[in-house]
């Protein structure tokens, strides 16, 4: 999995506190955004998060490259539904020798990992052989679960944080856990007062609505 | 693939045609449900089609099972964001002796038949194997594309007919065509007047924005 | 204020339940909804919105005409943007006469009711003056915001959780807070398990992210 | 009005031009992205607004100021929901002295501006009156659509096509047709490939949907 952070809107923390800041002032956009100094940006998006005013939080969006994920990640990832997305099509790029992801429990067991990969080439050697008789586009058929994905994916900070709550969680698939969680850490470097409390309730003090028995903390 | 329209907004003319009615009256919204009769709400609605005057038509919702349908598909129905959907977890549902969807041009050919058959055979087995080794949610990874899956739809009249007009063109994928073509059949049997002219821009007289030379019918 | 729920989805319960056990559940769903008896219905819903898996509280929508409510209420109402509205065009309908919502707080002050009377006896006077040398989207710009309006309202069973969680809240104004409050009086005679626990986070056990100090109800 | 652009994403063009390639090519997104020439750029947004493949449009965004507009303004604005608003709250702003926005057909006919500025500065007054009497957002009943407020607001670059589309038009009303205007002119500076052939449907070759009758331009 490769994911990068490669655009976002500038001075994000600054443009969600002119956002807060306006609410409540008479002044004009113009002159609340020269007025506004580092602290006092830290401190009003500190107070915006606590009091769940979030509809600030949208005006700044961020885009990330995801490459090598799979299929199934990217299944799920689509389902957030405020965002962007762009991905590689199936139908028209022909994924001859397509590369695969392989899960940690797969990998660290010998006995499944030579069924897995056994039946990776088998599909390897199929999808080759329907791309001869059939479009591109229903040789995928035989494509599996694994088959590694890019996507360019924007979602604004508010999306994010809704995104990091749900999928930073060990409830979460360790795969799409593992893509929040890279997220989280290149978001924060760019805009570390956003999304300073970010991740699964349990983290952010916030209560968890899933059973005790059902969070691998727990047990 | 069987589609099934399972519940939709009662008299979903009616309603479209007093939003409507509303934004040009002074009368309360009860009076103008209540004056409204059967050829004036037809009117109405072809009005607001040819006018392209499409917010009124969100008034109205329909509910949709999906049966039978390939994982393929429904990555591709999920991209659409104004709707909502309930789908099989592949995560907690073991799928053992899954079945699944064949396309058309490998059903019809039987060289690319076997040879489909033959991954899905190993596949089934590999799952199975798999399935005693690791979590279902890993296991998953093996599973194709073909794989059936259910889901519940609910799109209302406006992202219904923007659907329509994506996806049963020629240029969508022959499934997710057929999926919207069952869907089209099932809501104008109740809202015939919602839905009179919906379907590709070539059959709507809209202009097509896609190149001739990548349509099948021009071909 | 005329609140009436005018449609919903037939059997939102039953719909919400069988969305519910399609994610875990290998069969079709037209099996799953043959299969759902009331009680199960029952326990399903609740399980849901404890663990806040409410995805599938989409599916289900509520139509509401809104009558005799200010365009200050209007413009609060539509910035919820998971809905559909229909309203009444200060463009195209003349509002001569126009009839006004007067604050409690003003109907119970003499010295306030008749300063606010005298201002709205001129502003009729000034609009209908207006009319006949300028159009009418233009007259309007002397319409206050006491001036009545009236929507056609749709929003989802989830969207309406969130709606009510923030509108019945003592922080959101008298004239929005009644309208919740009546829209959840509405839907919960048709479908009670799934608001059963709606409104504010004080009343529903969730934190309130307000601090005490703005509440009207502790201080 | 004053309308400034006080952030966007970087290199827009760029991004658009990058998800495009994503969705053709085997490469990974880093790579697409460093091997993408300016004449590439756009050459590639060209054919993605030709054949209406607007969703690689979402990526980016942009954020306005506008302060000095009418509140009728903003409540048509606000009713486009694919977009991030936040507007000075006249619940917690007391408005003393207010200014407004006079309309054209008002300021350049003397009967109706005297009429208009009576109206007015009585409501000045009576507002004044009512905010020794009653608190903000209840004084506020009185205040008239002609009110000035301030608005940050973002939009993507697909959501911004469809509202110049729609209010560029001489259909709209002139305040948000003035608005959309200046927020075009702002694009264009930033963007102008993918804001080239943005405007109304007349002008941009687009069927137009409303009546010729309709049209100031065809009278």
């Known amino acids: 999995m490769e994911v990068n952070l490669i655009a976002w809107t500038p001075e994000p923390e600054k443009v969600v506190a002119a956002a807060a800041r306006l609410c409540y002032s008479p002044d004009a956009v113009p002159e609340l955004m020269a007025g506004l100094e580092r602290e006092q940006v830290r401190r009003l998006v500190g107070q ?103 996507l360019l994916v924007t979602m604004n900070a508010r999306a994010l944080l809704h995104f990091f709550e749900l ?13 929040a969680r890279r997220m989280l850490t290149l978001v924060r470097e760019v805009a570390p007062h956003l999304f300073r409390r970010a991740g699964p309730p349990c983290e952010t003090g916030k209560p968890c609505p899933e059973g005790e028995m059902s969070c691998k903390r727990k047990k």
Do not use: K
């Open 48 to 150: 915006l998060y606590d009091r769940g005013h979030l509809s600030t939080f949208e005006h700044v969006s961020f885009q990330f490259s995801v490459d090598g994920v799979s299929r199934a990640l990217s299944h799920q990832l689509v389902r957030h539904r405020i965002a962007s997305y762009s991905q590689r099509s199936q139908r028209y790029v022909r994924e001859t020798g397509f590369r695969s992801v392989v899960p940690p429990s797969v990998r660290e067991n010998p006995a499944a990992l030579t069924r897995f990969q056994a039946a990776l080439d088998e599909l390897q050697s199929a999808y080759a052989a329907l791309l001869e008789e059939v479009p591109a586009e229903d040789a995928r058929y035989v494509l599996p679960n694994a088959c590694m994905t890019s």
């Open 167 to 179: 999928r930073t969680c060990t409830r979460a698939q360790w795969e799409i856990r593992e893509l």
